[in-house]
């Protein structure tokens, strides 16, 4: 775990889940679903046309904050990979989803999510509350994929 003064992880975490890896991360990808299972997030939408990809973008109000924040996909792997946030030389924050398979009918997810430089330092009364969104985040995509929601 980093905790220096100039990094901060929230979550690194692994879910099991009930679903082919390719369900999982195709139900992940409808944005405009998200409020409807994820408890932490109001609304959600795209910002880009066509299909997900290496800057995509896209817009959800957590919560946790009283305004919408604007992302765009820093890293992405077809069935895969999904990354947002920034890299700069004076901030980084990435949210990161690996999805891998376990088997014809499992997989897991693991979702990181990371603050460096100045970043890190402004965010750190914030670590607690971000963690918590970040883990209701995997359960209650956990929980949805155990109701069939990833089917409908």
Excluded at 1 to 10: A, E, K, N, S, W
Excluded at 40 to 60: E, H, L
Excluded at 120 to 138: E, G, H, N, S, T
């Amino acid at each position: 775990m980093r905790m220096g003064l100039f990094q901060l992880d929230f979550i690194d975490c692994r879910t099991e889940m009930e679903a082919p890896v390719e369900d999982v991360f195709s139900f992940f990808q409808q944005v405009e679903r998200w409020s409807t299972w994820a408890a932490g997030i109001k609304r959600a939408f795209r910002k880009s046309d066509g299909p997900w990809g290496t800057g995509f973008r896209f817009v959800f109000v957590p919560a946790l904050f009283p305004m919408p924040l604007a992302v765009e996909v820093t890293g992405y792997e077809e069935g895969r990979l999904i990354e947002w946030g920034i890299r700069s030389s004076v901030a980084t924050v990435i949210h990161r989803f690996e999805f891998e398979p376990m088997g014809e009918d499992r997989c897991s997810v693991r979702q990181t999510e990371f603050a460096q430089g100045v970043t890190a330092v402004l965010m750190r009364p914030m670590r607690q509350k971000i963690k918590d969104f970040d883990q209701r985040l995997a359960t209650d995509l956990q929980d949805a994929i155990r109701k069939g929601l990833h089917r409908a």
